[in-house]
């Protein structure tokens, strides 16, 4: 079983290293929900301690006041990291506190039974790794009874943080149809990956109840998917860093809701366009549709339903499209000594990497391709 203890060696160093890097960074960089993924990476590493020291037979009677209480513990932390990252308050809520009593339950019978019974739970120098990766040992009813305990909460605690994860995984798929020229593109992808990978690290600790790890194909898919899941998170961290300042909530705060008025009912549906090229809309980076909504007083609803009325999938499609053919006509007024990046922030859009793809998009072309057609059609 010494191959399995070095398993964990690695398992323990990685997440020690990340939980460190990203408690630096929390702190230097004032990002809040940041710690919530640290602290879990450096209680994760500590879980890990007592498997990979097991091969030179220490006293492992610590093991037994910290193992069921940290797993119970971690998976809400990690679950606060993935929300944080969409609420503006980023600390932590007296709301927020209901996640943490299953660990509270753990952690009271972690120590009734620790205190009189660490020895018999551990079996002195008889454990191996199979019997630490096993749920159920015979003749020892106390640790089958905290580890049965630990694992079922963990089970449980995936089975409602998957469901409250829902609502997480559509707001990211809005994001991704309609808000291109407001969030990195790239960005809304990884988060995608960060609320599933989440959900899966969930179902990997429910598992567990059902000691499947004992067995070495699960236990290596298990190292395997902790190895990725720690690279996955700490790389969205420093790679979108600046991004996750970003505002998540679909209605923007910018502009005041208009009030149901029954005048505003009645109105040429061609006349609101009008106004909305006339007023140039579309050029501004940071429209959205309560903006559009106040500016062109027309209720949000209302508004909503004409732009789909007119064939669009929704308003930010709409958007983009007098973006993309105010882009067209500006590509074909450029001059030979300016390059195509110019285009976009005239066009209305926030980066060159959404204008790119947008445009593509709605032309099959890209901006400089574009480009080079219409100049091919005027020699």
Known sequence: MKE???FFVIL??????FGAALFFLAIFSRKKETAYLSVSFILRALLYLAPSILIFHVNLEFSVWITGPIKVFIIPLNYLFVKKLFDQNKSLALKDL???????IDLILTIVIASNHAVEVVNGSQINMKDALDTVWENNFYYTLLSTT???????QWS???ILTVPLIKTCLNFQKMEYSQINYQFIKW???????????????GLGIFGIYSYPPFFILMFLFLIFYAFYFFLFVVLFSHEIKVNFEMESNDAPEIEFRPELEEFDSHLWLQQFLDK??????????????????IPKYRLTQMV???????????????RVERSKVLLNQLPDSFVVESVYHDSGFKSRSTYFRVFKEFTGLTPGAYLNKCRSKTI
Not at 98 to 104: Q, R
Not at 150 to 156: G, K, V
Not at 280 to 297: I, M
Request: glycine share 4%; aromatic share 22%; charged share 15%.
């Open 280 to 297: 140039d809309l579309y050029l501004d980076p940071e429209l959205t549709v309560q903006k559009a909504s106040f500016l062109l007083n």
């Open 98 to 104: 209901w996640h943490f009593l299953p660990f509270l």
């Open 191 to 205: 988060l995608k990956g960060i609320v599933v990978l989440f959900i899966l690290m969930g179902l990997f600790e």
């Open 4 to 6: 399995i203890s070095i």
């Open 308 to 322: 789909r009325d007119d064939g669009y999938s929704s308003f930010y499609s709409f958007v983009n499209y007098f």
């Open 12 to 17: 323990l160093c990685l997440y020690l290293f």
């Open 160 to 162: 409602v943080y998957s």
């Open 150 to 156: 630990a694992r079922s909460i963990s089970f449980i």
